[in-house]
């Protein structure tokens, strides 16, 4: 019997979930699933093996016999695929759009669906993602919908470049977000929204630490995990 907890992070891209998951899953010890990865592992593999984005077929066999490993090495995570580390390559703005376009097929959703179930060990797992609460871990013990304006995630996202030494416009990273939000709350399979006991928490004025804080009171006042 898996009796381990589950704390799922949804919400759209810039909203803080990658960041703040690693933190308390560090904190608490827990197992760590960035559901997003897993997304742009499969697009990034079809653009390097010319698989088309709408091939749903295709996208499908190669999300399920996907090559990927996630190594846990000096106080960060590696991420694989075909044994080559591609941290860096996934996350760049082409694989981030391409992921957002196959993540809404039902075939490669389904291809992923145990794939992401399975990384729920003891003591528990906290599950970064876009439907982690709605579809993929429905009985979570605690959910919460990190959100913040489109304007600030842009704002965050060019910082996050200017640190990788890529300049880009905030107008047009706005754009790109505005639409990506568009397409993940329209698709058909899975759209982007909080479950329905889900927390939703604003993220655009509060900093990291804060929202870290806020989430591991949410979980102790559960009794999920040790009051600190």
Do not use: C
Not at 104 to 109: I, K, Q, S, T, W
Request: no cysteine; glycine share 8%; charged share 30%.
């Amino acid at each position: 019997m898996n009796d381990a907890k589950v704390l799922t992070l949804d919400g759209p891209g810039g909203a803080g979930k990658g960041t703040i998951s690693r933190l308390v899953a560090e904190r608490l010890g827990w197992h760590l699933l960035d559901s997003g990865a897993l997304y742009r592992l499969t697009a990034l593999a079809a653009l390097r093996h010319g698989v088309a984005l709408d091939d749903e077929p295709s996208l499908e066999r190669l999300a399920a016999e996907l090559d990927v490993a996630f190594l846990a090495e000096e106080g960060r995570t590696r991420v694989m695929l075909e044994g080559s580390e591609v941290g860096n390559d996934i996350r760049t703005e082409q694989v981030g759009d391409a992921a957002s376009q196959v993540a809404a097929l039902n075939g490669v959703r389904q291809a992923l669906l145990q794939r992401q179930r399975d990384f729920k060990k003891p003591p528990g797992l906290v599950a970064d993602g876009r439907d982690m609460g709605t579809v993929v871990f429905p009985d979570a013990e605690l959910k919460v919908f990190l959100t913040a304006s489109a304007e600030e995630r842009a704002r965050r996202r060019r910082l996050q470049l200017q640190e990788a030494g890529v300049d880009a416009s905030l107008s047009s990273l706005l754009k790109e977000i505005q639409a990506r939000d568009a397409r993940d709350m329209q698709r058909s399979v899975a759209p982007l929204k909080p479950a329905d006991d889900a927390i939703t928490l604003d993220t655009t004025s509060l900093k990291i630490p804060e929202v870290v804080e806020r989430l591991t009171e949410w979980l102790a006042e559960r009794g999920l995990v040790p009051e600190t």
